[in-house]
C-alpha cells in the first residue's frame, strides 16, 4: 500500500493559527515603533527649536535680554502671525519659554539664561518638555 504524502488539516491549521499570532504581534511591534518615532520627532523638534533661540540670543548679547516667551510655534519656529496664510492650527504645538538671571538688562554683564520648549502629545495628551541653561555675555 502507497503511503500518500502531504499536510493533514489539523496540521495545516495549526501553522496557520501560529503564523496569524505572529503576524498580530509585528503588527503591534509596527505599532509602537511609529508612535515611538513621532515622540522622538517632536523631542527633536523642541530641541531644534532651543538651540535655534539661544543662538539668536548669543548673536545679540545680554544687553538687550530680559524674560520672555512666544508660541505656539510649528516646528519651523513660525508663529500663525508669521504666515499669509497659516496651516492648520494643530501644527503649532510648541511653546517656548526664557528666564534671565540676573534679569537686570542694558547693564553688560553675563545673563545665566534658562529655557524650556514645552508641548502635549497628540496621541497621549501627554505634557513634554526639553530644557536647557546657557550663559550669554554682552
Known amino acids: 500500500m502507497d503511503k500518500e504524502k502531504g ?81 492648520d492650527a494643530a501644527n503649532f504645538i510648541f511653546n517656548r519659554t526664557w528666564t534671565c538671571t540676573p534679569a537686570n538688562p542694558g547693564t553688560g554683564n553675563p545673563c545665566m539664561i534658562h529655557m524650556e520648549v514645552r508641548w502635549t502629545e497628540a496621541r497621549t495628551g501627554t505634557n513634554r518638555m526639553v530644557s536647557s541653561d546657557a550663559i550669554i555675555t554682552p
Open 7 to 87: 499536510f493533514s488539516l489539523i496540521e495545516v491549521l495549526i501553522a496557520a493559527t501560529i503564523f496569524s499570532i505572529g503576524l498580530i504581534a509585528l503588527a503591534g511591534a509596527q505599532l509602537v515603533s511609529i508612535r515611538s518615532t513621532q515622540s522622538n520627532y517632536n523631542f527633536t523638534v523642541a530641541s531644534s527649536l532651543m538651540e535655534q533661540q539661544l543662538e539668536d540670543f548669543h548673536a545679540v548679547g545680554s544687553a538687550g535680554l530680559i524674560n520672555g516667551n512666544d508660541g505656539p510655534l510649528d516646528t519651523l519656529g513660525r508663529t500663525v502671525e508669521d504666515y499669509q496664510n497659516p496651516p
